[in-house]
């Protein structure tokens, strides 16, 4: 397994490690070789030391609207990070194939369950515990969180063990696909859908059901829905408030645990918007909410 910093990441395989205050690095390795090109995942954990237990997992899953965004996006929330490895939790963070003209989301979502499988098959090599596993992504992110979470074995190569995800964290990620509530505030909103569903509108409705983390709980026994906490702002511009308030309402039908921190005033990110009183909680706060919600379920 290689160690990896930012500087010098080639171009098309730009994944990277963080230097931290204890010197520690992200470990990058390949998981998934498609068509020449290779797919990586950056392991952020403590050095492991003889005689250490197996890790908790964290798969991580970044943002970008589907198709953009990169695998260090852990190092964003520094605090939450660190606090993971503090935990023993080794965050392993996912680059899958970004949607396209050529891409949509079935290759997408192969990725992302080819991606926990490797993991999963190699929990002795990497001393990994995949009874103590949940996933967390923000934005695009936190909506592939969800799936993997609820479909995750639907998805990808199979034959092969599909661990069971104890919870997830989701920050800012739009719960239904194929309607427009989650694309209110977007210009050009048939460019996401083209890139994500195909050229074809008339499938893109039924592509985004099959996608959706709300019509997927709604169809799955109470007892599949594990713990979620989830962080929205009231001036998300990108993904409706309304988006939780529905996957919250669903787990609460269903006598499930669902956690909704509403962050006020926060865009998007979760950050100060002009004109506005700051953002609450502010992003340390918040980053500790994540962390004692971690720690209580693993």
Same mark, same amino acid.
Not at 102 to 121: G, L, P, Q, V
Not at 127 to 141: E, I, W, Y
Not at 276 to 291: K, M, N, Y
């Given at each position: 397994?290689?160690?990896? %910093?930012?500087?010098?990441?080639?171009? %098309?395989?730009?994944?990277?490690?963080?230097?931290?205050?204890?010197?520690?690095?992200?470990?990058?390795?390949?998981?998934?070789?498609?068509?020449?090109?290779? #797919?990586?995942?950056?392991?952020?954990?403590?050095?492991?030391? @003889?005689?250490?237990?197996?890790?908790?997992?964290?798969?991580?899953?970044? %943002?970008?609207?589907?198709?953009? +965004?990169?695998? *260090?996006?852990?190092?964003? #929330?520094? !605090?939450?990070?660190?606090? !993971?490895?503090?935990?023993?939790?080794?965050?392993?963070?996912?680059?899958?194939?970004?949607?396209? @003209?050529?891409?949509? *989301?079935?290759?997408?979502?192969?990725?992302?369950?080819?991606?926990?499988?490797?993991?999963?098959?190699?929990?002795?090599? !990497?001393?990994?515990?995949?009874?103590?596993?949940?996933?967390?992504?923000?934005?695009?992110? %936190?909506? #592939?969180?969800?799936?993997?979470?609820?479909?995750? =074995?639907?998805?990808?190569?199979?034959?092969?063990?599909?661990?069971?995800?104890?919870?997830?964290?989701?920050?800012?990620?739009?719960?239904? &696909?194929?309607?427009?509530?989650? *694309?209110? $505030?977007?210009?050009?909103?048939?460019?996401?859908?083209?890139? &994500?569903?195909?050229? =074809?509108?008339? +499938?893109?409705?039924?592509?985004?059901?099959?996608?959706?983390?709300?019509?997927?709980?709604?169809?799955?026994?109470?007892?599949?829905?594990?713990?979620?906490?989830?962080?929205?702002?009231?001036?998300?511009?990108?993904?409706?408030?309304?988006?939780?308030?529905? &996957?919250?309402?669903? *787990?609460?039908?269903?006598?499930?645990?669902?956690?909704?921190?509403?962050?006020?005033? +926060?865009?998007?990110?979760?950050?100060?918007?002009?004109?506005?009183?700051?953002?609450?909680?502010?992003?340390?706060?918040?980053?500790?909410? &994540?962390?004692?919600?971690?720690?209580? $379920? !693993?």
């Amino acid at each position: 397994m290689e160690k990896t %910093g930012r500087k010098g990441a080639a171009r %098309g395989k730009r994944v990277v490690g963080m230097q931290a205050e204890r010197g520690k690095i992200a470990e990058r390795t390949v998981y998934k070789t498609v068509d020449g090109e290779e #797919l990586t995942a950056l392991i952020y954990r403590r050095p492991r030391k @003889e005689g250490d237990g197996l890790s908790p997992v964290c798969f991580w899953f970044h %943002g970008g609207s589907w198709t953009g +965004g990169h695998p *260090w996006e852990p190092e964003l #929330l520094p !605090l939450f990070l660190r606090r !993971l490895n503090d935990l023993g939790v080794a965050v392993i963070s996912c680059q899958y194939r970004l949607c396209s @003209e050529t891409n949509h *989301w079935t290759e997408m979502m192969a990725d992302c369950s080819d991606f926990i499988r490797f993991f999963a098959a190699r929990t002795g090599e !990497l001393g990994l515990d995949m009874d103590r596993v949940f996933t967390c992504g923000a934005s695009a992110g %936190g909506h #592939l969180s969800l799936m993997e979470a609820l479909a995750g =074995d639907r998805f990808g190569q199979k034959g092969t063990a599909f661990p069971k995800i104890r919870f997830v964290v989701d920050l800012c990620g739009p719960v239904t &696909l194929g309607e427009r509530l989650n *694309w209110e $505030h977007v210009k050009n909103p048939e460019k996401h859908y083209r890139l &994500l569903f195909g050229p =074809d509108p008339s +499938g893109w409705r039924s592509s985004g059901r099959q996608i959706s983390p709300l019509y997927i709980a709604e169809e799955l026994p109470p007892a599949a829905l594990m713990p979620v906490i989830a962080v929205h702002s009231t001036h998300d511009e990108l993904v409706s408030p309304r988006q939780p308030e529905r &996957l919250r309402d669903c *787990w609460e039908r269903a006598g499930r645990e669902f956690r909704l921190v509403v962050v006020q005033n +926060g865009s998007h990110a979760f950050g100060n918007i002009p004109g506005l009183p700051p953002a609450e909680p502010a992003q340390d706060e918040l980053q500790r909410i &994540l962390g004692d919600f971690v720690e209580a $379920h !693993l």
